[in-house]
């Protein structure tokens, strides 16, 4: 069994977070990683990435479980995850996807309070041990070089 260490993630995980929901601010686009806003779902570029293009798909509505979606918002949030997965594909080439979602803390949700699907591209080779022995990650690209080479792709989205 291959074991994925991600200890830079503890940091997060553990620190004090800033007030409010990180989704609902990323609608104003104050921080300059939003890619998308639609009438029921929001694309944000995730400022802790497991890889480069690690995006958060979220509904619009603040709301934490998959319960209180209505029919059509689920439909539109899984189109919205379909969408993100193909410019991914088109923008960076990567050989496969993590896509999924981390309901509650001891699930790993970060941010709990607001649902969000993670889609994760991945690459063949992308991990190594450099993380576990040096807590270092590679990150091969900054991330407003990732948000400008994506953010033409989501402008031309509609859902």
Known sequence: ?????AP?????????????CILCKALSNEDHLTLYTGKETLVVMNKFPYINGHLLVSPIRHISTLDQLSKGEMGTLLETVEKSVGILKKAMNPDG?????????VAGAGVEEHLHFHVVPRWFGDTNA????????????????TYNNLKPYFDRLEI
């Open 8 to 20: 830079w993630r503890i940091e997060y995980i553990l620190a004090d977070k800033e007030p409010g």
């Open 1 to 5: 069994m291959k074991t994925m260490w």
């Open 130 to 145: 450099l993380t576990v022995f040096s807590d270092v990650r590679v990150i091969p690209e900054h991330l407003l070089s």
């Open 97 to 105: 996807f993590n896509v999924g979602l981390n309901l509650g803390k």
